[in-house]
């Protein structure tokens, strides 16, 4: 279950375009990957991101694990909700649990990302390890 | 990887598989968090088949046990279990164990997969010089762990053992559907439940383990994996070989001293340091903990206590039922009373913790 209008990256981002600006969140794939939610650990707003770097955690029961940005840009707002509700990256990944917005450097960066169709083969590889 | 006979159940309940000390388990089936609830809240069904089972036999089988534990074996009664430390010379843990008393002469040790071969290695060097036979039947053994408040109920429809009179710590020996099976009233949740061990093939295993989880339905019972059996035993402070205790902690830092019986009699290994250090005090001592800051302090994270750093933490993890940042630490005993606080590392950042009282869980009789 994935979603057409967004890109993806390889670390199970997706990232919703709106102009110079997008939003990231975790994927479905990812947040059932991760199991239940307890804390994200969220940037600061105006924080400058690199394309890789490590933007925000995720902490599940199970595990911690980061949260990549997807492109360079920087951070100019986050989800406070998860604050309370980190459990939202669990129950709606592509919606209410959005984790940070940015605004992008260079909005070509976008275009190494993958589209619905790209990311559902990559989901497949990774099943057919 | 090694496949315990219930593998067949894991994979037809869409069991999530991973390896565990050289074993294929699952670490979870409907969800982590939503099995710990269902082990406090009704039952919760476990493949523990990886355990290793070790035999004493022979006329001095109990004194050969006395020997190389801390606690005094010689107080239990056929049908009695009882647990305790497999002590190196210095008082440390080789492992942690539990003593099943058959009948006289005979004893059941209960060890952890990742230090079975070690555990038999060692029991045979150190009882070499007794009348008993040291047997690893590990292999022939499955154990499968009916945990929470429906436990007995559950298990109770499976096996002709009466279980209500079965007290804590006891066991009984008959059929477990057409099996026969020790079934003891022990566990590592925190909760009343059961141990069931049997030798079959993988057949029978397979479905006593299915049958479980279908009849289990009734009483909202879940089969449960790893990962809700970790963060069930770290509510209840149950120690974790290799996080908790291992070679280089005492029984005493372990704050374990109640499985420490220094004068049952009979010398064993590791007395001597224990005698001594117990004079001299502990200068650490494992404690709880709670994150007073955001975030989890997981096995491995530094601490600083007073400005200084003071090792790592043992154990940590988001405990589902209180719903809170636990964990485990050794402590310099100067800083380790309650209310005490100290930081942990959390990657780039640090987070306050403070000591309080443990169990962090404690089911209500």
Redesign the interface.
Same mark, same amino acid.
């Given at each position: 279950m994935a979603k057409e209008n967004l890109l993806y990256s390889k670390d199970h981002e997706w990232v919703l375009r709106e102009g110079n600006a997008v939003t990231v969140g975790i994927t479905d794939y990812a947040q059932h990957e991760l199991? $239940?939610v307890?804390?994200v $650990?969220l940037p600061a707003v105006g924080k400058g991101l690199k394309k890789g770097d490590p933007a925000a955690?995720i902490?599940s !029961?199970?595990a !911690?694990s980061d949260v990549y940005s997807p492109v360079t840009g920087k951070v100019s707002d986050v989800n406070a909700k998860l604050g309370d509700h980190p459990e939202l990256v669990n129950q709606d990944p592509f919606g209410d649990g959005w984790i940070f917005k940015l605004s992008v450097d260079q909005v070509s960066e976008l275009d190494e990302l993958m589209d619905l169709k790209k990311y559902e083969e990559y989901l497949k590889g990774i099943a057919g390890e | 990887m090694k496949k315990t006979k219930i593998n067949e159940a894991h994979h037809a309940l869409k069991g999530k598989m991973v390896e565990f000390c050289g074993w294929e388990l699952p670490v979870q089936y409907s969800g982590l968090n939503t099995e710990h609830m269902a082990v406090r809240t009704t039952g919760g069904i476990f493949d523990v088949s990886h355990m290793g089972e070790v035999w004493f036999r022979g006329r001095e089988a109990l004194r050969a046990i006395q020997h190389i534990i801390s606690n005094d074996a010689s107080k239990l009664l056929p049908g009695k279990i009882q647990y305790a430390g497999l002590l190196t010379e210095t008082g440390c843990f080789v492992d942690d164990l539990l003593v099943y008393m058959i009948k006289e002469n005979e004893y059941l040790l209960v060890v952890n997969a990742a230090n079975l071969e070690k555990d038999f290695l060692w029991m045979k060097k150190h009882t070499a010089r007794f009348d008993v036979l040291v047997e690893n039947r590990s292999e022939e053994y499955s154990q499968i762990a009916v945990q929470g408040p429906m436990a007995e109920k559950l298990v109770q429809e499976f096996t002709e053992i009466d279980l209500k009179p079965l007290g804590y710590y006891h066991f009984a020996q008959g059929r477990v559907q057409d099996m026969d099976a020790i079934v003891s009233r022990t566990g590592y949740t925190g909760e009343d439940g059961f141990e069931i061990y049997f030798r079959s093939d993988a057949a029978a295993a397979s479905r006593l383990f299915l049958d479980l989880a279908d009849r289990g339905e009734k009483y909202d019972a879940l089969p449960a994996g790893l990962g809700a059996r970790d963060t069930l035993r770290l509510e209840a402070k149950m120690a974790l070989y290799g996080n908790d205790i291992d070679d280089t902690h005492s029984v005493l830092e372990a704050d374990l001293g109640w499985i420490l019986k220094l004068n049952k009699g009979e010398p064993f290994l590791g007395q001597e340091a224990l005698a001594r250090q117990k004079e001299e005090g502990i200068r650490r001592k494992l404690v709880g903990f709670e994150l007073v800051d955001k975030g989890i302090a997981r096995h491995g994270y530094p601490i600083t206590v007073a400005g200084k750093p003071f090792g790592a933490v043992t154990s940590g993890t988001f405990a589902p039922f209180l719903k809170k940042p636990i964990g485990l630490a050794y402590l310099p005993l100067e800083h380790a009373a309650l209310g005490c606080e100290f930081q942990v590392s959390i990657r780039e950042k640090t987070a306050l913790a403070r000591v309080v009282e443990t169990p962090f869980y404690k089911r209500k009789k």
């Open positions: 199991g $239940d307890v804390f $650990d955690n902490e !029961v199970k !911690v | -």
